[in-house]
């Protein structure tokens, strides 16, 4: 039996109601002429030729779903019944939208949220392609952005398509480089026919590109792709470019953060190096200190954060410096313990500069504890072994390495392995083993290649 008729017979009261408007000899049949209800039993023996000669048909977007019979009234209980499974379906159908809009609404709200919490523009791109994916499915998606630096579009995020990560497109080449020009969301569903398109590694049949748009400017676009059977809709292209809106504002957030932060490092590195120039016989100190340290945190496979923490700590180590007397800090004949005592306080006033600036925050104990020593007889607190941050362990023999391998005024610099062989020798006691061991390692073959190499990171 159809499935619309099986519903409308379960409307009990509806039904009763027709049946009564039809003076109680309403007749249903299927369209295999099976009476599916005759409650006055007007069938009779001979139902199937009364179909014949007074059914009239339910007609349903164009099919037959049932006939109605057993009454003079019979057309305009079918035309009734007709009219009520219609509605039913346009309810139905609108049921269905709401629904789908609701879900669409509650991934855009999701999108949006998840969006905005990231602050690297490749992470907002590899999250707005796979969010899009599970509103819009396909089987190829894209982020490409313009590069100021060279002119080209670069893809920076993609799942499925075969392009090479990183790879480079010519602004106004393909539909998508063609999107970027015209700032329009596009839909091409036969992508072989149209003369933009460049075949790349994947066999994409239709496609749909919608530009990344911030106010008057195109940074990018991101392509939907398919290469089975479907075509794209207008309502997915709405719903891929309420997308782009929000990503687009994203990357740009990101990419804001990423410049504000770059001014900030620099401004940093900038401070670092003002305070070095006090004493021109430490030039490069506090850069080679942050590469040992970097390369060591690396080979204690520090998590990112960390190592941003260290590196900081690492460029403000003896920031405090800037609090000690020239007269003592450029002193090259020996210090009195008076003077010892000024310089050593020098980690204290790295803590006192740096506590008004709240980012600073977690790269304090970096710097105030520089100079602790693994067995507790060190500066400015006497902390031991784990009570001292572990970026402050590192650093402590960073500082102590380079120390000993510069030139100075009173002194020549120690050969690298009498210096290492010192760092070994103090393991335990002024230095915590496990940092001296890393330490160590990276000297291991020819030269300290790991700092060199990825010196400047
Ligand atoms: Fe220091």
């Known amino acids: 039996m159809n499935a619309n008729i099986k519903r409308f017979l379960k409307k009990g009261a509806l039904l009763q109601h027709v049946d009564d408007l039809c003076d109680g000899s309403l007749l249903i049949m299927d369209t295999s002429g099976t009476v599916v209800y005759d409650p006055g ?3 009779g ?40 499974l219609a ?11 709401t629904l789908s809009k609701y879900r669409e609404i509650n991934l855009l709200y999701d999108i949006t949220e998840k969006l905005a919490a990231s602050l690297d523009p490749r992470d907002v791109a590899e999250l707005a392609i796979h969010e899009t994916l599970k509103m819009v499915p ?3 998606a894209s982020m490409m952005v313009f590069d100021d630096k060279t002119g080209y579009l670069q893809v920076i995020a993609e799942i499925g398509s075969g392009i090479e990560p990183k790879a480079v497109v010519e602004v106004g080449k393909g539909i998508s480089g063609s999107v970027i020009v015209s700032g329009k969301a596009e839909i091409v569903n036969d992508v072989g026919n149209d003369t933009r398109h460049v ?7 239709a496609l749909m590109c919608a530009p990344l748009r911030l106010k008057d400017r195109v940074m990018g676009v991101i392509n939907m792709g398919r290469s089975g059977e479907g075509s794209f809709t207008a309502e997915e292209l709405k719903l891929l470019s309420a997308i782009t809106l929000q990503t687009a504002a994203a990357i740009e957030n990101a990419r804001l953060y990423d410049t504000l932060k770059e001014t ?11 305070i070095e120039m006090r004493d021109p016989y430490t030039g490069g100190h506090t850069k080679r200190v942050m590469e040992y340290s970097l390369a060591i945190g690396r080979a204690l496979a520090l998590d990112e954060e960390e190592q941003e923490r260290l590196r900081l700590a690492a460029a403000l180590h003896d920031v405090g410096k800037i609090g000690v007397r020239d007269s003592v800090l450029l002193k090259t004949d020996k210090l009195t313990d008076e003077e010892f005592g000024e310089i050593r306080k020098h980690p204290q006033h790295g803590e ?3 506590k ?17 020593r693994y067995d507790g007889r060190g500066y400015p607190d006497g902390l031991k072994g784990d009570e001292i941050d572990l970026i402050a362990r590192i650093i402590a023999v960073g500082d102590s390495y380079d120390a000993m391998t510069t030139d100075r005024p009173y002194r020549r610099g120690l050969e690298q392995a009498v210096a290492l062989e010192e760092i070994r020798r103090c393991s335990g006691a002024q230095f915590d083993p496990v940092v001296v061991a890393a330490f160590l390692g990276l000297w291991e073959g020819d030269g300290c290649l790991t700092c060199t190499e990825k010196a400047g990171e």
């Open 199 to 205: 075949p790349g590694a994947a066999r994409i049949r």
């Open 356 to 372: 008004y600036i709240k980012y600073f925050g977690p790269v304090i104990p970096g710097v105030k504890q520089h100079h602790e």
């Open 264 to 274: 900030f490092l620099t401004s940093v590195y900038t401070l670092a190096e003002t």
């Open 138 to 140: 396909a089987d190829h």
């Open 87 to 97: 509605t039913d379906d346009e309810k139905r159908d609108l049921i269905r939208e």
């Open 352 to 354: 006192n500069i740096l």
């Open 45 to 84: 023996d001979d139902a199937a030729g009364r179909v014949e000669s007074q059914a009239h048909p339910v007609v349903l977007a164009g099919e037959t779903v049932c006939r109605v019979a057993g009454t003079p009234k019979a057309a305009a209980a079918a035309a009734l019944i007709t009219s009520i």
């Open 41 to 43: 039993g007007m069938g």
